[in-house]
């Protein structure tokens, strides 16, 4: 019952499988190999666009080369003050933008208004101030909360009003395809989306982004910035071929679309409990909710893990539901919260 | 018949047994889980010494960030230069090292001789010039030539006199402590050096490499500058897994001496052939042979894999043993370039 | 008639005849000659207390030199939103600091307080998490306002707990100076300043700034820090007999004293027009005040310098005076923006 | 008789009283004013070409906001292995280019050949090894000596080819040209030069480099870079007014011309002592002259100032002169090394 986060869980068996499978004979190395090509194409077809894809095997790699690719040094990246990419990465988009500033926003619900970000636009070509250069958003969000088509298609209409490129942080992307509905061009290049980090980690695979340029030119520089930052895997074959069997067959749409079910009968029935609060909606498979904290005691007592969000002395709690979360321990977890309230 | 590279291989059985035995449950992420722990263990006990250890998964991000561990912004880094860390990682260690400066030495065979270093060495204190702050070398060598303990011990002694901090990058450092049959505190902390990139992916592993500090001191902010380079894995038992059962039960020395045999067998059927010439020693799995260019033709038709070393119209082939190499693989191909020397 | 800014105005008198008087026969180059060990004496006797000095060019080198000694690259730097640092150095702190982080907070009138900071503060070790390094404020504050001996105690208290060193941007340290009649003491180390950004190009300096380290180990690195930012002038002895002239018999203190008095005349006659309010108290040599569109026509008709605080359509103005502004230049602005009011 | 360097003396008569001219009314900062715009004009006569000139304090800005104009961060950068950006900088080139990589190249006299330069060249295009992108020289060199037009065109004919920008550190860059008697476009953009570290400061300017773009779109960035490495000035005027004086009527020429006079002066004497020879030919303002350690001991006996070249151990002494050095001082300084050569 390990909802601490959806890192905590392992591998998918059909990647695990996919893995396995890539080890056959030599392979020329350094992502020159077939199934790298293969990877590319399924790309290209799924997402209904030219691409340039780039595997790599961290989330934080994928996003800080990403934006590296899209700011100067002396450039502005707007981005959600709850943000990964501002919070939680140690600076990596810095370090690889060579110091680009990250200008942190506020926003419901851990999304950006179009409003905001063009409100808070630097006046370009004076030499004083950063200048304008990005915006990232994360699909789903820090807060489990999604944007719709519409909602993107206005950032990245702000976006390319303002001259900036538009970088998603998709390290849940496929939970919020699977949410959705939609096709992932609708949520990406169709509604303005230059480059997105596409995920697969967190949704079943070992290590495995794939950085996706749906604006090829953006991309000129990307495989030195990889090399240079450490993140060019000699092996290639076995990223690709986890991100592979990833978008194969729907796979991780599926292994998705069970973590966001579980979430929502878990946010369903903690939000249920005397005193109870969802501090957002559910909309992914992360659900924040506010508890009494007999409750969240009894939670932590029935071996129930969770994070404290916002410190040690929060009472709000992030629970993330996993592609092979089980729906017994969902409702275990219920079980244990409730069974102390009534008590 | 790819002797190309160690990378254009695939993983030891042992090795993926190990990364799908890891699969099993939920637990902790970013390395506070218990293989993690094991693997710190492990390493401790094979290298007689406290130690501090950090799994990554490239070798350019294991030297970089260990050579940034080394070295301030205005350091110099002492190497040779052949070494990797100078003409094959893009410039990966200016960049972790904040536009540190690589001082590039000749020496015989791709070794470093203290000679050469104590001569190069700039004079302290001295603001107009770099600062002296580490010396990196590579065991085995980009030559495919070994370090003895007493030569590291040299180094290790200049270094210290010098007050230079030292590395090791051991991607091939198996091959190294298998063919040499010394310990692997011998030809490290025990000659001096500080920090040891210790490489097990051209040895049978997926993706993984292990930065191990024998001067903990030194390490003190390594986990920020693995984090912030975008290389700590949320997954990372799977990066330790596999390292685990590298070093368990002598699997690195058996892959590695594996490996050594086979470059020692095709050094000597190669360059037994009429008009070639080794380049360097064969002392670990690399062979470096001049061929007459009628030989290099017969072996490119005969389907082996090789690299021209120093360009294309180079007549001096590299080619790499594997862990799996075949022996007969081998037989071919000495018998390819051989056929057509008669012929 | 022009307050545009402090920078506007060119050199005082007897700043410009240090310089000539320094053009005498050879000095040792690179700081090593006379006049810069007097200056270094100079502030160490001012400041009541041991100091390391460092002369640089510009108020921006000077700040982000300073910063990037006090924060590691995985370093988080407290300042307000509104300072020089944050909004108007095109993001020279992180490229020193090799992409350390600003965060940026709120506080009335341009300041901090403690508390604000402290909320802010991340909590150390975890390794997602840019590390707190440093605190910086600005006295006097972007905003022209001054923090009281007290307030600076209560900040470096707050730093001290809290593990922060403590720059001062002192660009216009000698308004604030001769504002609050304290010693410079007062308002630095002994408030828990570790390092100053001494400016004096804005108070009658051709181009020259000091670094004040008060922890002269706070140091060790800054002369390579400045001579790798090109900041290490071959004549230093130019830029050390500005610093000496600004410096020496109270000069320093009289030029800012008079930007101060002209300042406040200012400010009193531009808030009592009718529809004129002071957006910020004027402490120091600069006016914020918004005014009714007529009367800054009116003033922009009579020549009259001045900045659109927030951008071309604010109706808020910023004008500032020098060492060397005039009182009539004053009285003329004042009753050019009254006359147009009455009619 | 101080021969140390040219960066001993002070600031010549005309250039002190051009700082002291600018110092008149208010006038737009950071380069927004008259003396600025009317110095980008008589560049542009001067080199007889369209230009973007960017006035910086040192030359160590110069050169290294110049190269991060040029290489990407994965750049290589190729120059002489004694010149001043890879020797004499602390990294400075690596620092603002972001990490790229100074390939240091052997030839005589301190002058890169053209065939040296291509025989280094790295091949394009792949990933582990950084890009070639600049060729930088310095005229005259940092052994006092000269390339004639045709070695410029020739190595910028070799850069085109091979796609590097040209640079040159033209720190006495007014010695070149006063010796050679070429015209500054010649020594430029006619051979192929992209930018040019324009300077003054050596040659009798208080601090003035201007940094010279023969391409103008290559210095689109610049301005971000200077600002932002802290080098564009506020009262920009002080720092035009120098150059401006010093392109004026010559004045350049004239001031290198006296220090090429006496240093060939200084240079036959001393060639003429017994026991003595050149180390390189005196075709600049520096001398390169090993001498008996007598002689050398006289000569500092005699308050000769000068620099062992190469270490304290080293009979080879660089002598500099300047636009002031007096000819008395010249034979003073023979008449001492022969004085005691004869007893």
Redesign the interface.
Known sequence: M?F??D?????APEI?AA??A?????????GDDAVTRRLERRVAELFEHEVAVFP???????N??ALASLA???GAIYCHEASHVQ??????P?????????LALAGADAKLAPATVAAAMI?RGI?????PAALSISQATEAGTLYRPAEIAALGAMARRHGLAFHMDGARFANAVAALGCSPAELTWRAGVDVLSLGA??NGA??AEAVVFFTPAKAA?F?????????????MR??SAQLEAYLADGLWLRLAAHANRLAARLSVGLAALPGARLRHPTEANEVFVELPEAAITALAAAGV?FYRWG?AASTCLRLVTAFDTREADVDAAIAAAARIKIS
């Open positions: 390990n601490r986060s890192n905590v869980v392992g591998v695990l893995i396995a890539a080890n056959e004979g030599t392979a020329p190395s350094y790599v095997a961290t989330g934080t790699a994928a800080a080369l100067p040094a002396w919070t939680d990465e140690c600076g990596a810095e370090f690889f933008a060579g110091g680009a500033k990250l006046e030499v004083h101030h950063v200048q980690t967190k070992l290590a520089d495989a030195f910035r990889r090399k240079r930052g450490g993140h060019l895997f000699s092996k076995f990223l893990g410190g």
